[in-house]
């Protein structure tokens, strides 16, 4: 009998990992009514408050001086800390892929160049252990996204709690695309300028011919819904593509190169698209015409190295606070995986080279709601809003800051993560080895 390779070693990994970590059990979280007394609460939208703030039924339900408390409510003291909203990353593998070198844990990139309808939500891992990692931090809520062909799928909000991807669904999705570029795709590629052209305007033909075909399916469609007699054949990809092309629901335009934002800010007007650009590595380049067009922009990762060689070295860094100047609406994103939990320092570089805190802090909170229309739910501390929140002793821009609780959706979240586990375990090494 044969056997993949790749699943023997995936076994091996897993019982590895489970004798290692078998005392690394994440605790569970808990629900009910917590009254955080005496805080510095930081509500993004209305300023600074000083008091209390109370959760019930997993929602903020009392801010300021004049809170009703319930008489079961678990009272948190907060002297001396601040309370932010969760922040929110606009852009992750997060529970989409374990380990990278192992294929069989990685479900953010399928066969096939357009596949609109393959969800990232359906793979997400509630389990990883990337995911407490990442909570524990102050990031509450991500967007899991797939990766690689023209339609890489459809990508989907989460909050970083639940059993099940349908528990941690938050509100939102959207197809991502890779929008077509003549650029290289890596130090790899030894395409002529001619063949890369080329190859951009195949991918923009095959683009627009979709386009015009999903409108003529759902034109049949409708048809076929007061005429029986009009038969039309199952196509499951143009079927998930019709909400998108009537401009019901968003799309992520993943773009980066200047002449490419240009193009795709063009196809975007020209085809009437709902749209956010993701990437935009050389955003600063074409700021006023991304401003001008209206459409948001999430940038990221911030901590990275400049896209072309004659850049200064801080480009990456000022690219969002650029963009800002010029009266884009800019978010961030990490476009990470296991270092999701990083997103409060992109944003504290983008805001000391140029966005500055305030605009920063707003990037991976009101400003990410407001993208996807959840305003009204998540971003800020309001009367009504989710629960999605933490307590720290400092700025959460600061490294040496702790966060001292979670909430999510109102859940009191265990502050263990595997990598506590591990401090903790060889902190205090019991029994140790004898020299």
Known sequence: MRFNKNIILYCLVCLFMAGQLSAQVVGKATKGAF????????????????????IEDGKITGIGGAVTVPASAKVIDCSGKTIYPGFIDMGTSLGLVEVSSISVTNDNN?????????????????????????????????????????IAGTASLINLIGYSPDEMYAGF???????????ARGRRDRRSPEDRKKNEAKKLKQLNDLWEETKLFAKIKEAKGSDASIRQEYNPTLD??????????????????????LSALKWIKDNEIKAILTGCAEGWRVADEIAASGVPVVTGPVISIPT??????????????????????????????ENVRDLPFHAAFAAAYGMGREAALEAITIVPARMMGLEMELGSLEVGK????????????????????VFIQGWEIPMDSRHSLLYDEFLDR??????
């Open 386 to 405: 989710i629960a999605n929140l933490f307590i720290c002793d400092g700025d959460p821009f600061e490294t040496k800051t702790q966060i001292e609780q």
């Open 35 to 54: 009254l955080l007394k005496n805080a510095t609460i930081e509500t993004i939208t209305k300023g600074t408050v000083k008091g209390d703030l109370l």
């Open 430 to 435: 019991s029994p140790g080895v004898k020299n």
């Open 110 to 150: 399928e066969i096939g160049d357009i596949k609109p309808y393959l969800e990232a939500l359906t793979a997400v891992n509630p389990s990883s252990v990337a995911i407490p990692v990442t909570r524990v931090s102050g990031v509450t809520t991500v967007i899991a996204q797939p990766s690689g062909g023209l």
């Open 240 to 261: 998930a593509m019709i909400s998108t092309v009537k401009g019901e629901q968003m799309v992520l335009v993943e773009v980066n190169a200047e002449n490419d934002i």
């Open 173 to 183: 999705k959207a197809i991502r695309l890779n929008f077509p570029s003549s650029g």
């Open 308 to 337: 072309r060689g004659s850049d200064r070295y801080d480009r990456a860094y000022a690219n969002a606070g650029a963009m800002k100047k010029a009266g884009v609406t800019v978010a961030i994103r990490t476009d990470q995986t």
